[in-house]
């Protein structure tokens, strides 16, 4: 069965202390993998999307990468303004209702000042 | 610059009402989703129009219909409300031929049924 784990379901920091926030995922053929945060009260907002092991995108002081597994979100010596949720979602490669994203449950972020 | 636009933002309704969750797009996208989200549940998927025209079944569709109005506007309703189907709902949008971005959310509206 497709689908994707998100850990830990809650993190907390404190200011300036890196970290990594881990999705794996078993899927029968990629497509995409997608990162959101949502902000409490909020819609997801989208962050990256990764098509292949290896790649990379970065954005301010988040850092997304991918292997044949698992994507990883790492996260800079980060700010209060970073506590959200970051939710990790899949696209798989059929047509469909196959194409749908699956979404883990979150990791809920929380940085101290 | 509106995006995925859903209305209301709140609502409470009595055991056994109706109501119809409003959610309109801007942005030309093909496919468009309803959502629901429930702590520790993550976001679970109810319905989905692939194109104008078209609707299908997603992983929680019981108790809920849909209707693609055009383009732009996909509704959900709720036809006897039950107090499980108190959660926050979530419309979205996306193109599913570039899909670059995956999708994009509207804001939600948070439903409470009592």
């Known amino acids: 069965e497709d689908q994707v784990t998100q850990s830990p379901e809650a993190l907390r920091l404190q200011e300036g202390e890196s970290s990594s926030l881990n999705c794996s995922y078993t899927?029968?053929?990629?497509?995409?993998l997608f990162w959101y945060r949502q902000d409490p009260g909020k819609g997801p907002e989208f962050l990256f999307t990764?098509?292949?092991a290896g790649e990379e995108k970065e954005k301010e002081r988040l850092k997304a990468t991918l292997t044949k597994k698992e994507s990883f979100l790492h996260i800079t010596a980060p700010k209060p303004e970073d506590s959200a949720t970051y939710l990790c979602a899949v696209q798989r490669n059929y047509g469909g209702s196959q194409g749908n994203l699956i979404f883990g449950k979150g990791t809920k972020l929380s940085v101290k000042p | 610059n509106a995006g995925v636009t859903q209305t209301p933002k709140f609502q409470v309704l009595k055991t056994g009402q109706s109501m119809t969750l409003q959610c309109a797009q801007d942005?030309?996208?093909?496919?468009m989703y309803w959502y629901r989200q429930d702590p520790g549940m993550g976001l679970r998927l109810i319905y989905y129009?692939?194109?104008?025209?078209?609707?299908d079944k997603g992983e929680v569709p019981n108790g809920y219909n849909v209707s693609r109005l055009n383009k732009r506007e996909f509704s959900l309703r709720l036809e006897s409300a039950a107090p499980s189907q108190t959660s926050v709902y979530f419309c979205?949008?996306?193109?599913?031929?570039?899909?670059?971005?995956?999708?994009?959310f509207g804001s939600g509206t948070r439903l409470t049924v009592v």
């Open positions: 979205a949008s996306s193109d599913r031929v570039q899909n670059n971005y995956g999708y994009t």
């Open positions: 899927v029968s053929g990629l497509r995409g």
């Open positions: 990764l098509y292949s």
């Open positions: 129009s692939a194109s104008e025209g078209t609707t």
């Open positions: 942005m030309n996208h093909n496919s």
